[in-house]
């Protein structure tokens, strides 16, 4: 069965520094991965997906993933974090031909000042 | 503008009372889904829909029942059968066909549930 996994439940982040978002995945055969970000009490918003073609993703606000095959990664990048980023981030990676989406536990992302 | 509408926001409910939340999208999609949030557990999967008419349990059913009889509503009833029904319920959907086909979900802004 497809699963992912967050390993870190929390990460901090002094703004203007750079920020990772840890994934990774398995699954049988070709990964649809995808990144969403949850404000507090509202819906998930997506980020950004890797299907195929380039190993780097660009999404919006500034993010982009990197697609690892050998070390079964996806992890979220931002080159200059800023406060409002503080949020809820989940990995997640579609199974099946039913285009279900299983997500990670997420990662709290607290963005300091 | 296009988009899911879930309500209500907030709901409190007595043990043993049903209630059913509502999800209603424009987007003309043909999938929707029910997902349930709790702390610390990420998104698990209640029911999905394909295509009117038909849906499918997802891994946490039990205790939930949704219909789908048109293609823009797909609500979903917590039952008494339901032993913890208190959290954070997201509906989503997803077209299908060309480059809707993907897999990206779209969500609505979610129902909170509190069971008093």
């Known amino acids: 069965a497809q699963s992912v996994a967050q390993p870190e439940d929390q990460v901090n982040v002094a703004e203007g520094n750079p920020l990772t978002v840890k994934c990774t995945y398995s699954?049988?055969?070709?990964?649809?991965l995808f990144w969403y970000v949850q404000y507090p009490n509202r819906g998930l918003q997506f980020l950004l997906k890797y299907i195929t073609g380039d190993n780097l993703v660009k999404g919006s606000y500034g993010f982009e993933a990197e697609f690892n095959k050998s070390q079964t990664s996806f992890h979220l990048k931002k080159p200059s974090a800023l406060v409002s980023d503080s949020a809820l981030y989940f990995c997640a990676v579609r199974e099946g031909g039913y285009n279900k989406l299983i997500f990670g536990a997420g990662t709290r992302l607290a963005v300091h000042p | 503008d296009g988009g899911i509408t879930q309500s209500p926001k907030y709901l409190f409910r007595k043990e043993g009372q049903n209630v059913t939340l509502s999800c209603e999208q424009n987007l003309n999609h043909d999938a929707m889904y029910w997902y349930r949030q709790d702390p610390g557990q990420g998104l698990r999967l209640i029911y999905y829909s394909q295509i009117v008419n038909d849906f499918q349990k997802g891994d946490i059913a039990e205790g939930y029942s949704v219909s789908r009889e048109k293609k823009e509503s797909f609500p979903l009833t917590v039952t008494s059968a339901q032993k913890n029904p208190t959290a954070f319920y997201l509906c989503?959907?997803?077209?299908?066909?060309?480059?809707?086909?993907?897999?990206?979900?779209?969500f609505g802004e979610g129902s909170r549930l509190t069971v008093l």
């Open positions: 699954v049988s055969g070709n990964p649809y």
């Open positions: 989503a959907s997803r077209g299908t066909g060309g480059s809707m086909g993907t897999g990206e979900l779209f």
